[in-house]
């Protein structure tokens, strides 16, 4: 870019590998190199959860198992409940989601409640706490 003019920078492509980016801007005037300084943007985590899913083997699969989706998650804890307060399912890893049993039993209709708490790649705590339908 020519010297002096202002330009806006854009990351039309968001690197969804680092949470942490790095940019520095070389700037060249003939023979002459100019660098900025280092600028660090730390990309928004992520985590969302479903509001129902419905665990009968008919559907789209992805609607199936209750599971969160989360971008830069570095650590997950996740645990469904029932109504009453039973603990029904644990998991530490954020791929692995409830299928709607428990001990190979399918759980009936109703709703139920779910807390995770995660860490980020930045060391920021991320927690959701809600509830959820399982639909038969």
């Given at each position: 870019?020519?010297?002096?003019?202002?330009?806006?920078?854009f990351?039309?492509?968001?690197?969804?590998?680092?949470q942490?980016?790095?940019?520095?801007?070389?700037?060249?005037?003939?023979s002459l190199n100019?660098f900025?300084?280092?600028v660090?943007l730390?990309q928004?985590?992520?985590?969302?959860?479903?509001t129902?899913?419905?665990?009968?083997?008919?559907?789209?699969?992805?609607?199936?198992?209750?599971?969160?989706?989360g971008?830069?998650i570095?650590?997950f804890?996740?645990?469904?409940?029932s109504r009453?307060g039973?603990?029904?399912?644990?998991?530490?890893?954020?791929?692995?989601?409830w299928?709607?049993?428990?001990?190979?039993?399918?759980?009936?209709?109703d709703?139920y409640v779910?807390?995770?708490?995660?860490?980020?790649?930045?060391?920021?705590?991320l927690?959701r706490?809600g509830?959820?339908v399982?639909?038969?």
């Amino acid at each position: 870019l020519p010297t002096g003019l202002a330009r806006e920078f854009f990351l039309t492509s968001p690197d969804t590998t680092r949470q942490l980016l790095q940019f520095r801007i070389r700037a060249v005037s003939g023979s002459l190199n100019a660098f900025s300084n280092v600028v660090t943007l730390q990309q928004t985590s992520l985590l969302t959860l479903p509001t129902a899913f419905s665990p009968d083997g008919t559907g789209v699969s992805e609607n199936e198992t209750f599971r969160a989706e989360g971008l830069f998650i570095r650590q997950f804890r996740m645990v469904i409940y029932s109504r009453w307060g039973e603990s029904l399912f644990a998991s530490d890893r954020l791929e692995k989601g409830w299928n709607g049993e428990v001990n190979g039993k399918a759980v009936p209709a109703d709703t139920y409640v779910y807390a995770v708490e995660a860490t980020d790649f930045a060391g920021q705590t991320l927690r959701r706490n809600g509830t959820f339908v399982l639909i038969r």
